[in-house]
């Protein structure tokens, strides 16, 4: 058992600790193998377990159940009885735990709340688990194991989670803020063991005072509580904390608050947590939550989060109900103002109606007078006033019968009446006004069997609305009123084909003042309560309106009232009247005086008047209205030619044609109104400029302000008398005439100003008498003064001030001489300390009296020009020492070139150069090609970084030097490095790129070595060409340490080799390996001998000539002689020179060669073969080769190469035999082969 305990790790430790001595289970070793068992079992499950053994129920549990449960009680309750250990609770298990040690039955509890004092107080906590028996050896019960899943935490959050869900669904959009905290305090009092009291207080506007709003837990008596607090009421609840935004925990409650609830509890609150109530947005909170805590818990983290989100909850209805209570009260101050506003519109319009009887009985009674009537003119005005005093007439009508709608106080008299045969009536009203606009005006009526009630006046303004509405909507076609029965209901049907409603502007047509925008119409006049006005009256009669329509198409609108008395008002019945109802015909007067005022604009919409003279300013009257139209052009037509337009399209169409001197127009306009119009004139360049003045029925300080804010140059408002209308467009007429001078002025001046800018000249005048100098900006540009400074300065004043010493005496001479032209030039000093050149021209002008009055002039700044000059002559000058130079070093240059053509016997060579185009300088580009014997051949190509005579001068050294190093047959990274030390030995700022390659047609390889210089290219047959070893990092001669590479390349008979400089493919602004690529490229275009082929691809690759010196060489080579010489190693070391002699003489022979050539040949080669024998290493290879008139002879063997002096004597290692070799061949020399060296030599027929 003790290997048990001892591999439980920290438990074990623990119960190996405990005097089981002196428990009742006694000594580990004498447990009974059942209880060994047990403990086994429990200490090796994960799952919380205990146990009990024995009669006293010895404690035993594993480490699930320790840290889980036990708590603070661990180790103390190892070994102890169980009644001891949970001697809190034992009042409810022992009956659990008695049952099972009796009978042998196991018990189930699920979620038992046990108030266990594992933390040092009791606590509330929530367990499922079960107690089941233990057997001893003999079968018997004698212990119980209890296997328990501890769920206080799920337990608690579920609880709370409730209380959140349940407050939530409380929060509503329409209670006031004592509504939404009395339900919250109602959800708040079922959560009384969590909460088992809360408390609201909410501040006052000022934040001064916090009073309680609502409460949980305190049934009413919160006499217990402050009920209003303040911030210095430090012994209460923390006001100051909480109006800061923080959070409190008040220890020792009963303290302060002996008499607190106790909520689900028997135990009074220990603690509580004081919370601000947060507003969404920032600023002080709405006040603060004081929430009781659970005895029985700790306040952990979840409990405070669960309070302050409960605060959160809380602080959220309130600003809910906070905004309801705010929407209310706007709603019930609309509502105030909107009867307030029905209350004026009716008062308003009954003031109206006694002014408008004076004015439209007089006029009537002018117009019908017989005994002294009214002349044209004045008949005209007067029938202008009654027409529109008509319109003014129906429109405080309208408004009066909305007004009383709203308010309640229509009293509609229902009447049977024939709706088919009144309706026709009411429409016949407008068939001139139809027939005048050029419409069609249908009425079909059908009897509809029985009458229906109605209200004649009522019936009469929504059939005259609806027919006004659609004549001024339509334009073409015309307007069909349908009556017809539908289903115990009469329909009547307003139909027009006119402009049509959007759809989207369908749902509020019947909305009062709605309006349209951009609908085209006859006239942009109107209130917006006409078709409101129909829908109140249909509705007030019982029926319903509803409209159709189509953009382009028309308008459809059914009016359907019901028949019979069922749906109205029994005290609202009457009886049939037979007269015509005179408040119909009224109402009829005012839409047919609108009605009229549309007639004659469309068929004539820019009627021009003769004008009171032929150069008269053109003005423009836009307006929609045909009264205001008349008159205003009326009023101007006597001094202004004037045009009218019947809206802002055909103002501005008119505007581009004429050009007007003015724009009047009106601001409320179908299609385009006075806005727009302004906008579109001052966009567009014809018309920009154009003065214009709006017109406006909008009163007030706001509308003028709008206007010229949108750039009106005047805003006139409706109504306006004749006088201050013409006033307004003569003051704006001499406006524009003054700002165009204006404008004219200031484009002249800014034009001199610009002309005397770029030509850098000024300006100026001294009045001789007065001594006062005046300028023009460029002057006082030029000589660096301000326009302040010429108020204090006089003629010599400027002298003194402004000219070089040097030359002041001259000006005096030049301007006192009283020569009238004067020109000279001076030096100007400026005040900066700049010294400028200037040119002056002044004219001398005399007064009436022939005396000298004014000295008028300019000035010019010649500064630049004078230097250009200079920079202009100096430039020729050196243009034409350059040209010398690029003479002389061309002619240098040349002259250290090599002939152009080569005769070589393995390779066919063609090269090029060119100096850069005329007018640019030389450089240092060179190429050459060495014969080094034995039918080896060096090609090099090199360019001296620099232009001119000395780099031409360079590049013959570096020439000269390369061919010396040659004839010591130097490996070409050996010659290279040598050639650095040259190069350094010129000057440290030169610097040189070179390649340097030998052809060897032996083997046929190409080795090279590149210091710098552009890769070669090599073009195998039938193949693109390749640059090869672009990727050498090789610098170029005289940079820096020097350890070059040399590299190899085969070639096959056909392949080319091209050496180049940079000029050939260098360009600016392009990659140069963009033009190596392009070079490759082209080369391998081209095939056959290379004769010609240099020319052909500087050609291609420089069009238009060359920017720099073009070097080029380019190598074939040459296809293989059917003789493949004599190639044969000599064995025998003691018979080589024998052997050799015989070989040599035998292949000389066979090919016809001289015989004192053959003897010659026979010396050599033996003297060759003796020295490889005497100093060499064998083995020893003999070879030879007939090429036109010359002997090719090379013995090679494996000695290490060493460098041959260029002249033997008796002290070199070869000793005598190399003088008669010497002696005998053209050329000679030796050459270091890949194993060893190789000496060779050239003997022809001539030697």
């Known amino acids: ?443 079909e009526a059908e009897p509809l069997g029985e009458p229906v009630y109605v209200d004649r006046d009522l019936w009469a303004k929504v059939v005259l609305n609806l027919l006004s509405n659609a004549l001024k909507f339509t334009f073409e076609g015309g307007v069909t009123v349908r009556v017809v029965p539908d289903g115990g209901s009469a329909l009547v049907s307003v139909i027009d084909t006119g402009t049509g409603i959007p759809d989207h502007e369908m749902p509020h047509l019947f909305e009062r003042f709605h309006r349209i925008s951009g609908a085209r119409s006859r006239t942009h006049e109107g209130s917006g309560i006409g078709l409101a006005l129909v829908a109140e009256l249909v509705h007030l009669h019982g029926g319903d309106v509803l409209a159709h329509s189509r953009v382009g198409r028309g308008t459809r609108v059914d009016v359907r009232l019901r028949t019979g008395t069922a749906h109205l008002p029994a005290e609202q019945l009457a009886a049939p009247s037979a007269e015509p109802s005179p408040t119909a015909l009224a109402a009829a007067e005012g839409f047919l005086a609108e009605a009229a005022h549309w007639v004659g604009d469309e068929r004539q919409p820019a009627e021009r008047r003769t004008p009171a003279a032929a150069d008269a300013p053109r003005v423009i009257v836009v307006d929609d209205n045909a009264d205001i139209r008349e008159y205003v052009a009326g009023l101007l037509s006597s001094e202004y030619v004037v045009h009218t337009a019947v809206d802002g399209l055909e103002g501005l169409a008119l505007a581009k044609e004429l050009s007007p001197d003015l724009v009047l127009t009106d601001v409320m306009m179908p299609r385009m109104d006075g806005f727009e119009l302004m906008a579109a004139l001052q966009s567009d360049p014809v018309t920009v400029g154009i003065p214009v003045v709006m017109l406006s029925a909008r009163a007030g300080e706001e509308g003028t302000l709008q206007g010229l804010d949108a750039g009106a140059d005047d805003y006139l408002v409706k109504p306006f008398t004749a006088r201050e209308l013409l006033a307004r467009v003569r003051a704006n007429l001499e406006l524009d005439r003054a700002r165009r001078t204006r404008r004219q002025l200031e484009r002249s001046r800014s034009m001199l100003d610009q002309a005397q800018r770029l030509a850098r000249v000024g300006s100026w005048e001294i009045d001789l008498r007065t001594d006062r100098v005046e300028a023009s900006d460029e002057y006082l540009r030029i000589v660096g003064l301000t326009p302040d400074d010429l108020t204090t300065l006089g003629l010599q004043e400027l002298i003194d001030r402004l000219v070089h010493p040097d030359d002041q005496d001259k000006v005096r001479d030049q301007v006192g001489g009283g020569d009238r032209d004067i020109h000279f030039e001076t030096r100007v000093l400026r005040p900066s300390g700049e010294t400028v050149l200037v040119a002056v021209y002044a004219e001398l002008v005399e007064d009436d009296n022939g005396e000298p009055s004014l000295l008028r002039g300019s000035v010019q700044d010649i500064t630049e020009r004078r230097a250009a000059e200079e920079a202009l002559a100096m430039a020729a000058a050196n243009a034409e020492a350059a040209a010398r130079e690029h003479a002389i070093a061309d002619q240098l240059q040349r002259s250290l070139m090599p002939q152009d053509t080569f005769d070589l016997d393995h390779l066919e060579v063609a090269t090029f ?261 005497r100093y060499g290493r064998p083995p020893i290879d003999l070879r030879a080769r007939v090429e036109a008139h010359e002997v090719l002879i090379e013995v090679r063997d494996l000695e290490v190469y060493q460098p041959r002096k260029l002249r033997p004597d008796e002290y070199d290692e070869h000793g005598r035999g190399l003088q008669i070799v010497a002696a005998l061949a053209d050329r000679w020399g030796t050459r270091p082969t890949e194993r060893g060296k190789a000496v060779w030599c050239v003997l022809s027929a001539r030697s």
């Open 913 to 1173: 150069y060119r100096a850069g185009v005329e007018g640019t300088q030389v450089g240092g580009d060179w190429y050459d090609v060495i014969e080094l014997g034995g039918g080896r051949t060096a090609l090099v190509v090199g360019d001296v970084m620099g232009r001119g005579v000395r780099a031409a001068a360079v590049m013959g050294q570096l020439r000269s030097a390369v061919r010396a190093y040659a004839r010591l047959d130097l490996p070409p990274a050996d010659l290279l490095e040598s050639l650095d030390g040259l190069v350094r030995d010129l000057g440290e700022d030169q610097i040189v790129t070179c390649i340097y390659a030998v052809f060897d047609p032996a083997d046929r390889v190409l080795r090279y070595a590149n210091a710098g210089h552009l890769p070669p290219i090599v073009v195998e047959p039938g193949r693109s060409g390749e640059p090869v070893g672009a990727d050498d990092a090789n610098p170029p001669l005289g940079v820096g340490p020097y350890n070059l590479r040399q590299r190899e390349v085969g070639l096959s008979p056909g392949t080319r080799v091209v050496l180049y400089t940079d000029g050939l493919v260098e360009r600016r602004g392009e990659d140069l390996e963009k033009g190596i690529d392009s070079l490759a490229r082209r080369a391998g275009d081209l095939v056959g001998p290379v004769a010609g082929v240099p020319e052909q691809l500087v050609a291609e690759m420089l069009p238009e000539g060359p920017d720099d010196d073009v070097a080029l060489l380019i190598a074939r080579v040459d296809p293989p002689s059917e003789d493949e010489g004599l190639s044969r190693r000599l064995e025998s070391v003691r018979e080589a020179v024998a052997e050799a002699r015989h070989l040599i003489t035998a292949y000389l022979v066979a090919r016809s060669v001289p015989e004192p050539l053959v003897a010659d040949a026979a010396l050599v080669t033996s003297e060759l073969v003796t020295n490889a024998v």
């Open 1 to 443: 058992m003790e290997a048990t305990f001892l591999r439980s790790g920290d438990l074990g430790r623990a119960y190996l600790a405990v005097d089981w001595t002196a428990t009742a289970v006694g000594p580990i070793d004498s447990w009974p193998h059942s209880l060994q068992s047990a403990v086994r079992l429990m200490l090796g499950s994960r799952f919380a377990m205990w146990m009990a053994w024995g009669p006293e129920l010895t404690f035993f549990c594993n480490d699930a159940y320790r840290r889980d449960t036990l708590a603070n009680k661990y180790p103390w309750a190892l070994g102890k009885p169980a009644p001891v250990v949970w001697s809190e609770v034992w009042a409810e298990v022992e009956p659990l735990i008695d049952r099972v040690m009796s009978t042998g039955e196991a018990t189930w509890n699920e979620s038992l709340m046990l108030f266990l004092e594992r933390s040092g107080y009791p606590e509330e906590s929530y367990h499922t688990f079960s107690y089941s028996p233990i057997y001893d050896d003999d079968g018997a019960v004698s212990g119980m194991l209890c296997v328990v899943k501890e769920e206080t935490d799920q337990y608690l959050a579920h609880r709370r989670m409730q209380t959140l869900r349940d407050l939530g669904a409380r929060r509503t959009s329409n209670l006031t803020v004592a509504e939404a905290l009395s339900a919250a305090a109602t959800e708040l009092a079922r959560s009384d063991r969590d909460l088992p009291f809360t408390l609201t207080y909410l501040f006052d506007d000022d934040a001064d005072v916090a009073r309680i709003a609502s409460s949980s837990g305190f049934d009413g008596a919160l006499d217990r509580v402050p009920h209003e607090l303040t911030a210095d009421d430090a012994g209460s609840w923390p006001v100051a904390q909480a109006l800061a935004g923080e959070s409190v925990l008040l220890p020792d409650l009963g303290d302060r608050f002996p008499d607190l609830p106790t909520g689900a509890w028997d135990r009074r609150p220990d603690q509580a947590l004081v919370l601000p109530l947060v507003a969404r947005m920032p600023g002080r909170p709405y006040g603060f939550m004081v929430v009781g805590l659970n005895p029985f818990r700790h306040l952990d983290d979840d409990y405070r989060d669960f309070c302050h989100l409960v605060a959160n909850q809380l602080a959220a209805q309130i600003t809910d109900a906070r905004a309801y209570e705010f929407e209310r009260r706007r709603a019930e101050e609309l509502a105030e103002l909107d009867q307030a506003k029905t209350d004026f519109f009716t008062n308003v319009s009954h003031e109206f109606r006694t002014p408008l009887t004076l004015l439209l009985g007089p006029a009537e009674d002018a117009l019908g007078d017989e005994e002294q009537p009214l002349g044209p003119r004045q008949r005209q005005r007067v029938a202008v006033m009654l027409r529109n005093g008509h319109r003014l007439l129906k429109l405080v009508n309208m408004l009066l019968d909305f007004s009383r709608l709203e308010s309640g106080r229509v009293e509609a008299r229902f009447e049977p009446v024939d709706l088919a045969l009144y309706t026709r009536e009411l429409v016949s009203m407008f068939d001139t006004a139809a027939n005048r606009l050029g419409l069609t005006l249908t009425v």
